[in-house]
């Protein structure tokens, strides 16, 4: 079987904030089609692992979409080439109404470069997230949290992505809700998405998955999968569990 | 009480230029989080720009040209300076924008000379617009209203109904995930704040021509658009607006009822002679000095201003 390009090749990435280091020589792969999740303690540098490969925040190291160098793009470089980002705090635009919020997840023209990716429309964020359509024009702001994460998937679908980067996707919601952005991520993993998911909620977190890393203080010490890592107590004891 | 009519037409027609210029002060600070002390000199490069357009070409080229003119200006500042002075903090971008001030001023004293220039509204707008009460309202003011009106509504319209202008009102609220869904808003930055200028440089082309163009306009106009962002509200557009009315009337106001204070105050008379000499004041001397008290005050009162969410 010829190699296949991974998706996203992470190697010996570091990033940090100022003076402080938070991440060191992190490799990591996503494959075509692939979900992978990342977990780690609380202040483990999983957020900044996916902002780094967002380009939110300044790193060294190289980081490869497809075989293409993209670490060292602004942010709005890495969103065109397909890389589309679900952010920890949701971050949607509460001031605008749900429709608008969409819309600004749709770049258009010159903005959509060489995205080739997962093709999405308005029409079929509705049909996936049935209580969007009926809020449309209201406020963001208003949603609960759980509509708000529906808006921030839907959002970033928009883009068309090749990669969807979610950083803790079920934080603060009703165990109604954590079900429903659960089936939401295996609909779009069946799909054919790639995805790099962070996720604390470890149960979800592997029955998603096809492959896991755990984040310890900034490095990748664990990488295998589900089954290896819920088999592994001595891992999950020292860098998972609390 | 027949002066309230006119005194009104003054106070929108000065209200609005006011505000085409505390809009866009007010747009580029929300956005960048910069005080742009430069905006007023802006204005003024507007008015000289375009008495030096209009002497070749005409009033009405120099309207349209000496506005675009300042608009490339901004921009060029804001994507060649300010742009990398922000990546290091708000006091460089300040100093800068300071030092800017001073350097066109200066500028505009080599170029045109230390007096006020002979610009002034074409013939066509000299006449009378209409007559109310016994007072003529010029034409030239009507003029300030009716392009004050069309480019504040061509600014609003593109902010509030294009994609471009959504793409600025998020980038109002959340810059950095604006930047994640692809939009490049150091562009958007470039562009707001060459709408701003451009903003500027419209009232300057208008406001020099109806009031003075002088290299002292900038210093005198940037005072009172400073008073009006702080009464207002640090960036607040609806705040920037009433403030800007506010200031525009009450200026408008004190020149056109022209009474002594002493009239008004009379029962003070005579208790001191340092009262007396200020109760000799005519209003209309006290006018200068009116926006500056109207901001102390609110500052007393509401540090944050009229509609702020932040104090100043
Ligand atoms: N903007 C920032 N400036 C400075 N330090 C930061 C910043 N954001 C995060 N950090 C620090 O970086 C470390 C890793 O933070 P990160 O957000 O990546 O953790 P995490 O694994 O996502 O955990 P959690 O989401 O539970 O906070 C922490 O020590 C945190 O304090
Ligand atoms: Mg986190």
């Known amino acids: 079987m010829a190699e296949t390009v991974p998706l996203l090749a992470l190697d010996r990435v570091s990033a940090g904030y100022g003076p402080t280091r938070v991440l060191f020589d992190v490799s990591l792969e996503v494959n075509p089609g692939e979900t992978v999740t990342l977990v780690g303690r609380n202040g483990a540098g999983r957020s900044t692992l996916v902002k780094a490969i967002a380009g939110r925040v300044a790193r060294q190291g190289s980081i490869r979409l497809s075989g293409e160098e993209i670490g060292g793009l602004r942010a709005f470089e890495v969103a065109r080439r397909g890389v589309a980002y679900v952010p920890e705090n949701r971050e949607i635009f509460a001031d605008l109404t749900v429709e608008e919020n969409l819309v600004l997840g749709a770049p258009v023209g010159k903005e959509r470069g060489a995205m080739e990716g997962f093709a999405w429309s308005i029409a079929q964020s509705y049909a996936l997230f049935p209580r969007l359509g009926e809020r449309a024009k209201a406020p963001a702001g208003v949603l609960s949290g759980g509509e708000q994460q529906m808006l921030a998937f839907a959002r970033a679908l928009m883009g068309c992505p090749r990669l969807l980067l979610v950083d803790e996707p079920t934080e603060g919601l009703s165990p109604l809700m954590v079900q429903l952005i659960a089936e939401t991520l295996v609909t779009l993993r069946d799909a054919g998405l790639s995805i790099l998911l962070v996720e604390q909620k470890l149960d979800i977190a592997l029955d998603i998955a096809a492959r896991a890393y755990v984040l310890g203080h900034g490095s990748i010490v664990f990488a295998g999968s589900p089954s290896e890592l819920r088999s592994c107590e001595s891992i999950r004891r020292a860098w998972i569990e609390v | ?312």
Request: charged share 10%; glycine share 12%; hydrophobic share 60%.
């Open chain 2, 1 to 312: 009480m027949d002066f309230i009519f006119p005194a009104a037409l003054n106070a929108i027609s000065y209200g609005l230029l006011l505000f085409m210029l505390a809009a866009g002060l007010t747009l580029v600070f929300s956005l960048m989080g910069v005080m742009n002390f430069a905006h007023a000199s802006l204005y003024m490069l507007g008015a000289y720009f375009a008495y030096s357009i209009a002497r070749q070409a005409g009033f009405w080229v120099g309207l349209v040209a000496a506005p675009l003119l300042v608009a490339g200006l901004g921009m060029l500042i804001e994507r060649h300076v300010l742009r990398h002075l922000h990546a290091r903090g708000h006091i460089p971008e300040l100093l800068f924008t300071f030092g800017l001030v001073l350097v066109i001023e200066e500028i505009v004293k080599l170029v045109w000379g230390l007096g006020a220039v002979d610009y002034r509204v074409p013939p066509e707008l000299r006449g009378t617009l209409f007559e109310a009460f016994g007072t003529r309202f010029p034409m030239h003011k009507g003029f300030v209203i009716l392009v004050a009106l069309a480019s504040l509504g061509a600014i609003w319209w593109l902010i509030a109904r294009t994609r471009t202008g959504l793409v600025v009102r998020a980038a109002l609220a959340n810059p950095a995930m604006v930047e994640s869904l692809g939009h490049d808003v150091g562009r958007i930055f470039t562009l707001v704040f060459g709408l701003g200028a451009g903003l500027a440089g419209i009232a300057g082309a208008v406001g020099g021509a109806v009031l003075v163009t002088e290299p002292a306009m900038a210093a005198h106009l940037g005072t009172i658009i400073f008073v009006i962002v702080v009464v207002g509200g640090l960036g607040s557009i609806k705040g920037a607006f009433i403030a800007s009315l506010l200031i525009g009337g009450l200026e408008s106001v004190l020149i056109a009822i022209d009474v002594r204070l002493s009239d008004l105050l009379m029962p003070l008379k005579g208790l001191s002679s340092g009262l007396d000499a200020v109760l000799a004041l005519k209003a209309s001397q006290l006018a200068p000095i009116l926006p500056y008290l109207l901001m102390v005050a609110v500052l007393v009162f509401r540090p944050r201003g009229l509609f702020g969410e932040r104090e100043v």
